[in-house]
Protein backbone atom coordinates (compact mmCIF):
# COMPACT_ATOMS: atom_id res chain seq x y z
CA UNK A 1 0.00 0.00 0.00
CA UNK A 2 1.18 3.52 -1.05
CA UNK A 3 -0.04 6.97 0.49
CA UNK A 4 -1.25 9.68 -1.39
CA UNK A 5 2.00 10.94 -1.79
CA UNK A 6 3.98 8.31 -2.93
CA UNK A 7 3.62 5.63 -5.71
CA UNK A 8 4.91 2.51 -6.56
CA UNK A 9 7.52 2.26 -9.23
CA UNK A 10 10.13 -0.13 -10.58
CA UNK A 11 13.59 0.81 -11.06
CA UNK A 12 16.58 -0.07 -12.45
CA UNK A 13 19.53 0.77 -9.94
CA UNK A 14 22.62 0.11 -12.60
CA UNK A 15 23.34 -1.31 -16.26
CA UNK A 16 21.36 -4.93 -15.67
CA UNK A 17 20.40 -5.06 -12.55
CA UNK A 18 16.67 -6.40 -12.06
CA UNK A 19 13.99 -4.58 -11.76
CA UNK A 20 13.24 -3.33 -8.47
CA UNK A 21 9.54 -2.60 -7.21
CA UNK A 22 9.69 0.03 -4.30
CA UNK A 23 7.88 3.28 -3.61
CA UNK A 24 8.54 6.52 -4.49
CA UNK A 25 7.31 10.16 -4.31
CA UNK A 26 4.35 11.11 -6.78
CA UNK A 27 5.16 13.47 -8.89
CA UNK A 28 3.42 17.18 -8.98
CA UNK A 29 3.04 18.47 -12.66
CA UNK A 30 4.47 21.51 -13.38
CA UNK A 31 3.81 24.60 -15.42
CA UNK A 32 2.63 23.13 -19.00
CA UNK A 33 2.62 19.24 -17.49
CA UNK A 34 -0.56 17.03 -16.95
CA UNK A 35 0.13 14.48 -14.39
CA UNK A 36 -1.32 10.95 -15.22
CA UNK A 37 -2.63 8.14 -13.94
CA UNK A 38 -0.38 5.20 -15.76
CA UNK A 39 -3.00 2.37 -16.70
CA UNK A 40 -0.11 0.43 -18.98
CA UNK A 41 2.87 0.75 -20.10
CA UNK A 42 4.76 -0.47 -23.77
CA UNK A 43 8.00 -2.01 -23.43
CA UNK A 44 10.61 -1.68 -26.41
CA UNK A 45 13.91 -2.53 -27.64
CA UNK A 46 15.22 0.46 -26.20
CA UNK A 47 14.04 0.34 -22.73
CA UNK A 48 16.10 -2.57 -22.27
CA UNK A 49 19.15 -0.91 -24.15
CA UNK A 50 18.94 1.53 -21.34
CA UNK A 51 18.64 -0.75 -18.45
CA UNK A 52 21.45 -2.72 -19.84
CA UNK A 53 23.48 0.49 -20.01
CA UNK A 54 24.26 0.43 -23.91
CA UNK A 55 21.94 3.54 -25.14
CA UNK A 56 24.04 6.76 -24.31
CA UNK A 57 21.77 8.32 -26.82
CA UNK A 58 18.80 8.43 -24.80
CA UNK A 59 20.66 10.39 -22.39
CA UNK A 60 18.55 8.33 -19.03
CA UNK A 61 21.03 7.73 -16.70
CA UNK A 62 20.58 4.98 -13.75
CA UNK A 63 19.45 4.71 -11.25
CA UNK A 64 15.79 5.45 -13.41
CA UNK A 65 12.47 4.39 -13.92
CA UNK A 66 11.97 2.74 -17.24
CA UNK A 67 9.13 2.96 -19.80
CA UNK A 68 8.97 5.44 -22.59
CA UNK A 69 5.27 4.62 -23.97
CA UNK A 70 2.16 5.11 -21.83
CA UNK A 71 -1.83 5.05 -21.72
CA UNK A 72 -3.67 6.27 -18.76
CA UNK A 73 -6.57 8.55 -17.94
CA UNK A 74 -5.76 12.55 -16.94
CA UNK A 75 -5.21 13.04 -12.81
CA UNK A 76 -3.82 16.53 -12.65
CA UNK A 77 -3.22 19.76 -14.26
CA UNK A 78 -0.35 22.18 -13.99
CA UNK A 79 -0.39 25.71 -14.32
CA UNK A 80 -0.93 26.80 -17.74
CA UNK A 81 -2.50 23.75 -19.50
CA UNK A 82 -6.01 23.73 -21.19
CA UNK A 83 -7.72 21.64 -23.36
CA UNK A 84 -7.68 18.50 -20.94
CA UNK A 85 -9.90 17.43 -18.29
CA UNK A 86 -8.91 14.98 -14.80
CA UNK A 87 -10.59 11.73 -16.75
CA UNK A 88 -9.81 12.19 -20.14
CA UNK A 89 -8.18 8.95 -21.87
CA UNK A 90 -4.76 9.72 -23.68
CA UNK A 91 -1.63 7.86 -25.06
CA UNK A 92 1.40 9.11 -25.58
CA UNK A 93 5.59 8.43 -26.05
CA UNK A 94 6.31 10.71 -23.42
CA UNK A 95 8.73 9.69 -20.69
CA UNK A 96 11.53 7.45 -20.06
CA UNK A 97 14.56 8.92 -21.52
CA UNK A 98 16.10 12.36 -21.67
CA UNK A 99 16.21 11.78 -17.81
CA UNK A 100 12.22 11.92 -17.34
CA UNK A 101 10.98 9.29 -15.15
CA UNK A 102 9.65 6.63 -17.15
CA UNK A 103 6.09 5.08 -17.11
CA UNK A 104 6.56 1.86 -15.33
CA UNK A 105 4.94 3.63 -12.59
CA UNK A 106 1.67 4.71 -10.89
CA UNK A 107 2.18 7.78 -11.90
CA UNK A 108 3.81 10.02 -14.64
CA UNK A 109 4.54 13.63 -14.96
CA UNK A 110 3.98 14.55 -18.91
CA UNK A 111 4.85 17.48 -21.09
CA UNK A 112 0.96 18.30 -22.14
CA UNK A 113 2.35 18.79 -25.93
CA UNK A 114 3.14 15.39 -25.93
CA UNK A 115 -0.67 13.96 -24.95
CA UNK A 116 -3.17 12.87 -27.55
CA UNK A 117 -6.82 11.21 -26.54
CA UNK A 118 -6.24 7.11 -26.85
CA UNK A 119 -8.38 5.72 -29.66
CA UNK A 120 -12.17 5.20 -28.56
CA UNK A 121 -11.83 1.72 -29.76
CA UNK A 122 -8.60 0.31 -27.92
CA UNK A 123 -8.25 -0.26 -24.32
CA UNK A 124 -5.52 1.05 -21.99
CA UNK A 125 -3.28 -1.87 -22.93
CA UNK A 126 -3.47 -2.10 -26.53
CA UNK A 127 -3.37 1.63 -26.69
CA UNK A 128 -0.04 1.48 -25.01
CA UNK A 129 1.97 -0.96 -27.13
CA UNK A 130 1.76 2.03 -30.19
CA UNK A 131 2.59 5.20 -29.17
CA UNK A 132 6.71 4.67 -30.12
CA UNK A 133 6.19 2.25 -33.12
CA UNK A 134 3.27 4.73 -34.56
CA UNK A 135 5.45 8.06 -34.44
CA UNK A 136 8.51 6.30 -35.92
CA UNK A 137 6.61 4.83 -38.86
CA UNK A 138 4.92 7.56 -39.79
CA UNK A 139 8.04 10.08 -39.44
CA UNK A 140 9.50 8.11 -42.12
CA UNK A 141 6.08 7.31 -44.68
CA UNK A 142 4.50 10.38 -44.48
CA UNK A 143 7.05 13.10 -43.05
CA UNK A 144 9.97 11.79 -44.77
CA UNK A 145 8.93 9.33 -47.63
CA UNK A 146 5.47 11.77 -48.45
CA UNK A 147 4.14 8.02 -49.21
CA UNK A 148 0.58 8.35 -51.37
CA UNK A 149 -1.47 6.42 -53.53
CA UNK A 150 0.10 3.79 -56.19
CA UNK A 151 3.15 3.82 -54.47
CA UNK A 152 5.07 0.59 -54.65
CA UNK A 153 6.58 0.43 -50.49
CA UNK A 154 8.94 -2.05 -48.97
CA UNK A 155 8.83 -3.08 -45.48
CA UNK A 156 11.79 -4.65 -44.11
CA UNK A 157 11.15 -6.22 -40.74
CA UNK A 158 7.08 -6.26 -41.76
CA UNK A 159 6.09 -8.05 -38.69
CA UNK A 160 7.84 -6.39 -36.37
CA UNK A 161 6.90 -3.32 -33.92
CA UNK A 162 7.88 -0.43 -36.52
CA UNK A 163 7.13 -2.37 -39.51
CA UNK A 164 3.60 -4.04 -38.40
CA UNK A 165 2.50 -0.57 -38.16
CA UNK A 166 4.28 1.03 -41.30
CA UNK A 167 2.54 -1.97 -43.44
CA UNK A 168 -1.06 -0.35 -42.31
CA UNK A 169 -0.38 3.19 -42.47
CA UNK A 170 1.47 2.63 -46.40
CA UNK A 171 -1.72 1.13 -46.65
CA UNK A 172 -4.13 3.29 -45.20
CA UNK A 173 -2.63 5.96 -47.88
CA UNK A 174 -2.83 4.17 -50.34
CA UNK A 175 -0.20 2.21 -51.06
CA UNK A 176 0.80 -1.20 -52.81
CA UNK A 177 2.46 -3.06 -50.20
CA UNK A 178 5.45 -5.31 -49.71
CA UNK A 179 7.31 -6.98 -46.75
CA UNK A 180 9.99 -9.23 -46.00
CA UNK A 181 10.42 -11.06 -43.12
CA UNK A 182 11.43 -15.00 -42.11
CA UNK A 183 8.99 -18.04 -43.08
CA UNK A 184 7.37 -17.47 -39.90
CA UNK A 185 6.00 -14.22 -40.13
CA UNK A 186 4.27 -15.19 -43.68
CA UNK A 187 0.62 -15.44 -41.81
CA UNK A 188 1.21 -12.19 -39.73
CA UNK A 189 2.07 -10.12 -43.12
CA UNK A 190 -0.31 -11.22 -45.01
CA UNK A 191 -2.71 -10.66 -42.50
CA UNK A 192 -1.88 -7.23 -42.56
CA UNK A 193 -2.20 -6.75 -46.31
CA UNK A 194 1.18 -6.98 -47.89
CA UNK A 195 2.52 -9.30 -50.29
CA UNK A 196 5.08 -11.07 -48.06
CA UNK A 197 8.75 -11.65 -49.34
CA UNK A 198 11.28 -14.07 -47.43
CA UNK A 199 14.22 -12.19 -47.02
CA UNK A 200 16.38 -15.54 -46.38
CA UNK A 201 14.90 -16.99 -50.07
CA UNK A 202 14.95 -14.15 -52.37
CA UNK A 203 17.98 -12.04 -53.24
CA UNK A 204 17.13 -7.87 -53.47
CA UNK A 205 17.40 -8.20 -57.36
CA UNK A 206 15.25 -11.49 -57.69
CA UNK A 207 12.49 -9.84 -55.51
CA UNK A 208 12.51 -6.25 -57.15
CA UNK A 209 12.71 -7.75 -61.00
CA UNK A 210 9.60 -9.54 -59.44
CA UNK A 211 7.32 -7.04 -58.07
CA UNK A 212 9.06 -3.85 -59.51
CA UNK A 213 9.73 -5.27 -63.35
CA UNK A 214 13.11 -4.27 -62.32
CA UNK A 215 12.35 -0.48 -62.20
CA UNK A 216 12.80 -0.61 -58.19
CA UNK A 217 10.24 0.56 -55.19
CA UNK A 218 8.87 4.10 -54.78
CA UNK A 219 9.95 3.64 -50.74
CA UNK A 220 11.62 1.68 -48.79
CA UNK A 221 11.43 1.14 -45.15
CA UNK A 222 14.34 -0.25 -43.45
CA UNK A 223 13.47 -1.04 -39.40
CA UNK A 224 16.20 -3.70 -39.34
CA UNK A 225 19.65 -1.55 -40.16
CA UNK A 226 23.53 -3.28 -40.70
CA UNK A 227 22.87 -5.38 -43.87
CA UNK A 228 19.49 -4.71 -44.64
CA UNK A 229 19.87 -0.74 -44.97
CA UNK A 230 22.53 -1.63 -47.71
CA UNK A 231 20.01 -3.84 -49.41
CA UNK A 232 17.72 -0.88 -48.97
CA UNK A 233 19.20 1.04 -51.13
CA UNK A 234 19.89 -1.45 -54.03
CA UNK A 235 15.87 -2.48 -53.92
CA UNK A 236 14.83 2.06 -54.14
CA UNK A 237 13.12 2.91 -57.49
CA UNK A 238 15.53 4.51 -60.12
CA UNK A 239 15.75 8.37 -60.16
CA UNK A 240 12.46 8.45 -57.84
CA UNK A 241 13.37 5.79 -54.87
CA UNK A 242 13.22 6.88 -51.42
CA UNK A 243 14.99 4.97 -48.39
CA UNK A 244 13.97 5.76 -45.13
CA UNK A 245 15.74 3.48 -41.95
CA UNK A 246 14.94 4.00 -38.32
CA UNK A 247 18.39 2.14 -37.78
CA UNK A 248 20.64 3.69 -39.67
CA UNK A 249 23.65 3.83 -36.86
CA UNK A 250 26.13 2.21 -39.05
CA UNK A 251 28.47 3.14 -41.60
CA UNK A 252 27.07 2.02 -44.87
CA UNK A 253 28.32 3.11 -48.66
CA UNK A 254 25.87 5.46 -50.49
CA UNK A 255 27.11 4.42 -53.90
CA UNK A 256 24.44 2.05 -54.57
CA UNK A 257 21.99 4.59 -53.85
CA UNK A 258 23.69 7.02 -55.68
CA UNK A 259 23.97 5.74 -58.84
CA UNK A 260 20.15 4.71 -58.77
CA UNK A 261 19.19 9.00 -58.53
CA UNK A 262 17.62 8.04 -55.26
CA UNK A 263 17.55 10.06 -51.67
CA UNK A 264 17.47 8.89 -48.22
CA UNK A 265 16.16 9.63 -44.87
CA UNK A 266 17.09 9.28 -41.65
CA UNK A 267 14.28 9.22 -38.64
CA UNK A 268 15.30 9.85 -34.62
CA UNK A 269 11.98 9.41 -32.80
CA UNK A 270 13.47 10.65 -29.63
CA UNK A 271 15.24 13.56 -31.08
CA UNK A 272 12.15 16.14 -29.75
CA UNK A 273 12.08 14.84 -26.59
CA UNK A 274 15.95 15.29 -25.92
CA UNK A 275 15.62 18.96 -27.75
CA UNK A 276 12.57 20.44 -26.56
CA UNK A 277 11.41 20.84 -29.98
CA UNK A 278 8.62 19.73 -32.48
CA UNK A 279 6.90 18.03 -29.35
CA UNK A 280 3.52 19.16 -30.71
CA UNK A 281 3.62 17.35 -34.30
CA UNK A 282 4.29 14.01 -32.14
CA UNK A 283 0.44 14.59 -30.64
CA UNK A 284 -0.16 15.77 -33.74
CA UNK A 285 0.85 12.04 -35.34
CA UNK A 286 -0.92 10.04 -32.47
CA UNK A 287 -3.88 12.20 -33.11
CA UNK A 288 -3.75 11.46 -37.15
CA UNK A 289 -2.87 7.86 -36.50
CA UNK A 290 -6.25 7.87 -33.70
CA UNK A 291 -8.49 8.56 -36.49
CA UNK A 292 -7.11 5.52 -38.81
CA UNK A 293 -7.18 3.02 -36.04
CA UNK A 294 -10.98 4.16 -35.44
CA UNK A 295 -12.08 3.66 -39.25
CA UNK A 296 -10.16 0.46 -38.89
CA UNK A 297 -7.34 0.99 -40.78
CA UNK A 298 -4.87 0.32 -38.04
CA UNK A 299 -4.67 -2.27 -35.53
CA UNK A 300 -1.73 -3.23 -32.69
CA UNK A 301 -0.39 -6.60 -32.77
CA UNK A 302 0.17 -7.44 -28.75
CA UNK A 303 1.68 -10.61 -27.28
CA UNK A 304 -0.68 -13.01 -25.63
CA UNK A 305 1.07 -12.86 -22.45
CA UNK A 306 0.13 -10.26 -19.76
CA UNK A 307 2.50 -8.86 -17.54
CA UNK A 308 2.17 -6.73 -14.47
CA UNK A 309 4.46 -4.64 -12.24
CA UNK A 310 5.37 -7.76 -10.03
CA UNK A 311 6.37 -10.00 -13.36
CA UNK A 312 7.83 -6.87 -15.70
CA UNK A 313 11.18 -8.68 -15.85
CA UNK A 314 9.63 -11.25 -17.36
CA UNK A 315 8.38 -9.43 -20.23
CA UNK A 316 11.58 -7.69 -20.56
CA UNK A 317 13.43 -11.14 -20.87
CA UNK A 318 10.88 -11.46 -23.56
CA UNK A 319 12.19 -8.94 -25.57
CA UNK A 320 15.28 -9.73 -24.80
CA UNK A 321 14.84 -13.43 -26.39
CA UNK A 322 13.52 -12.16 -29.39
CA UNK A 323 10.34 -14.66 -29.00
CA UNK A 324 7.82 -12.09 -28.31
CA UNK A 325 4.54 -12.35 -30.48
CA UNK A 326 3.99 -9.16 -30.68
CA UNK A 327 4.06 -5.92 -29.05
CA UNK A 328 4.81 -6.13 -24.84
CA UNK A 329 2.97 -4.46 -22.35
CA UNK A 330 2.99 -4.20 -18.20
CA UNK A 331 -0.19 -3.10 -16.58
CA UNK A 332 -0.28 -1.40 -13.63
Not at 30 to 58: E, F, M, T, W, Y
Not at 66 to 89: C, F, H, I, R, Y
Amino acid sequence: MTDSLHMRALIVDSADAPLRLTSIPRPTPGVGQVLVRVAASGVNPLDRKIRSGQAAHAQQPLPAVLGMDLAGAVEALGEGVSGWTPGDEVYAMATGIGGVQGSLAEYAVVDARLLAHKPRNLDMREAAGLPLVLITAWEGLVDRARVRAGQRVLIHGGAGGVGHVAVQIARAFGAVVFATGSARHQAVIEDLGATFIDYRQSSVEAYVAEHTDGAGFDIVYDTVGGEVLDASFRAARVYHGHVVSCLGWGQHSLAPLSFRGATYSGVFTLLPLLKGEGLEHHAEILRQSARLIEAGKVKPILDPRRFTLQTADAAHELLQSGTAQGRLVVEI
